[in-house]
């Protein structure tokens, strides 16, 4: 069974700016993502810091940032000071191959009905009522962080609806591999149901409480519309030597449209952009070549839980002492 969800109130990251981090800016080009690969999660922040990085060294690095200038000429270092990259990201879900696995009853309680008329009798059973605790389970095995904003750039909710109950939430964070259990304790009550006992005859009514278990999967990606709007903004120092070898420093900025930045990479370091998990897309011709930029990175979780399904009512024939079965009815519960 394939279920698809589409999760039109997922998060909308309306003009995200990713904010460049701490680290010397070398370590920009020569940190590895690989600690991130190894539990499934993608730092999309670090990894489009790489690209303004690599563009940055491949075509600026120790050149001279005012060559037009009369006046002092400044060289630039051979690594940026910071890296912004400025995208507008939003979320996509699904959820796929949806199972309920089992049911899992427990007893509530009973009532005997003896009938020692010549006639048929009708009885009611007792109210019975149950305390039961619904949980349920979401994890990511492979997504992708957003920094710059704090963990809510990386949650969303995904709608679920549940075979005989209806919809409940499950909500996901992109960016972290743990898993996220929640559990609410609820208390139910059988209402009183009436069992009819021919002459004679001896009814037992077994009032049973059942829970199932439902598992599945989540796919959800980020992504940007092909758009000018995804932008990376550069800065850097500049150092001009002048008499005597005494030094002055200025900072330029560099704030072009990503995709430029991305084209400015070589084969080699825009297949390490790929293989980090983030697909980049340029577009545009004329004045606006590569201008266009649209951006997808994936992810994949689960989700599992137990809820309260129904209560049953199942009569037997026990006058000869022997168990036979006369009825099963099913009361079922409706969870808002």
């Known amino acids: 069974m394939r279920k698809y969800v589409k999760a039109s109130l997922i998060i909308g990251l309306s003009f995200l700016i990713i904010g460049s981090v701490s680290a010397p800016p070398q370590a920009y080009a020569q940190a590895s993502i690989a600690q991130e690969k190894s539990i499934g999660i993608v730092d999309v922040n670090e990894v489009l810091q790489k690209v303004g990085t690599y563009y940055y060294q491949n075509h600026l690095a120790n050149t001279m940032a005012n060559p037009e200038s009369t006046g002092f000429i400044y060289k630039l270092r051979a690594n940026p000071d910071s890296v912004t990259p400025v995208i507008d990201l939003s979320i996509d879900a699904r959820t796929e191959n949806i199972h309920y696995d089992s049911t899992i009853p427990v007893f509530v309680g009973e009532n005997i009905f003896t009938n020692n008329t010549n006639e048929e009798q009708t009885y009611n059973t007792s109210k019975f009522s149950k305390t039961y605790t619904v949980s349920q389970s979401t994890s990511i095995s492979t997504g992708f962080k957003v920094g710059g904003l704090g963990e809510l750039v990386n949650k969303f909710i995904l709608p679920l609806i549940l075979k005989g109950v209806g919809k409940i939430d499950l909500e996901y964070n992109t960016g972290s591999p743990e898993t996220k259990t929640t559990s609410e304790s609820d208390t139910l009550e059988a209402p009183a149901q009436p069992v009819k006992v021919p002459p004679h005859k001896t009814y037992k009514a077994v009032v049973e409480f059942h829970q199932r278990t439902y598992r599945g999967d989540v796919v959800f990606t980020g ?114």
């Open 223 to 336: 992504r940007t519309e092909n758009t000018k709007a995804n932008r990376s903004v550069i800065k850097a120092t500049g150092i001009c030597t002048g008499w005597m070898g005494m030094q002055t420093s200025k900072q330029f900025t560099y704030d072009d449209f990503l995709g430029r930045h991305y084209a400015g990479l070589t084969a080699s370091q825009q297949q390490e952009i790929k293989n980090a998990g983030v697909q980049i897309t340029t577009s545009g011709t004329g004045v606006d070549a590569n201008a266009f930029t649209s951006l997808e990175v994936s992810g994949k979780g689960s989700f599992s839980g137990v809820y309260g399904a129904d209560f049953t009512v199942t009569t037997y024939d026990v006058t000869d002492g022997e168990p036979q079965l006369v009825d099963n009815n099913t009361i079922p519960i409706h969870m808002n």
